[in-house]
């Protein structure tokens, strides 16, 4: 099957044929794309997908071509023509990002300074424990779980979703237990209505 004429698909896009226009798209996208990725710097590449700048250059280009402000006479013209477009929208982007990305400097040496995490030296594991044994007894067995999930460090409504439990409630519970653990209190009641908050 051969391609159809470039000056007949050019006629049913300036007759507004949607098709004609995705027709061209569709020949010509795949080479564009390689040509724009293989210009687009590695620093810029963070800024801006190379996809944006494509789709920049359709835009522009066949709205030009619709309105017949550009004339192209075969596939080879209007591919240069796509080169060309796509060069300058890379410069106009590079332009545009030039000042940030020279100011960016690479995170891995910025990380040396900062001094390496510590380990807890025995009596802080102690101690830890020691309050981790006094939460488990001072909540009711139901709780427990909740108490686990807080320890790895998920949040209230993660713990909700989880336990099955109201975000609310969740909170209501912790809030308890600090309490109780600030008092020096009695366990919490399995069951009942909830402390007032202060």
């Known amino acids: 099957m051969t391609a159809e004429p470039l000056d007949q698909l050019l006629d049913r896009l300036r007759d507004g044929d949607v098709a ?6 569709a020949d ?3 080479y564009l794309r390689l040509v724009v990725r293989r210009w687009m710097p590695g620093r810029l590449r963070a800024k801006f997908d190379s996809l ?4 920049s250059v359709w835009v522009h280009v066949l709205h030009a ?11 080879a013209r209007l591919r240069a023509l796509l080169v060309t477009v796509a060069r300058r929208r890379l410069v106009s982007r590079y332009r545009h990002h030039r000042a940030a ?5 690479p995170g891995g040496d910025a990380l040396q300074g900062l001094p390496e995490p510590r380990e807890s030296r025995p009596s802080e594991v102690a101690v830890a424990d020691e309050l981790w044994q006094r939460m488990l007894a001072l909540c009711p067995p139901e709780h427990h779980d909740l108490l686990r999930l807080r320890r790895e460090g998920l949040l209230l409504h993660e713990i909700a979703a989880r336990t ?3 975000e609310g409630s969740v909170r209501r519970v912790l809030r308890r237990l600090a309490r109780q653990l600030a ?11 909830p402390e007032d908050e202060p």
């Not at 004609?20 to 798209?25: C, D, H, K, L």
């Not at 071509?65 to 596939?75: C, I, K, N, P, T």
């Not at 990305?101 to 400097?105: A, G």
């Not at 008092?183 to 209505?193: D, F, I, K, R, V």
Request: negative net charge; hydrophobic residues 40%; charged residues 25%.
């Open 65 to 75: 071509l619709r309105a017949r402000d550009w004339q192209v006479a075969d596939r």
């Open 183 to 193: 008092l020096g209190q009695e366990p919490l009641a399995a069951t009942g209505t």
């Open 101 to 105: 990305v020279e100011r960016e400097q």
């Open 52 to 55: 944006d700048v494509v789709q």
């Open 164 to 166: 099955g439990m109201h």
């Open 20 to 25: 004609a226009a995705s027709q061209i798209v």
């Open 28 to 30: 010509y996208e795949p």
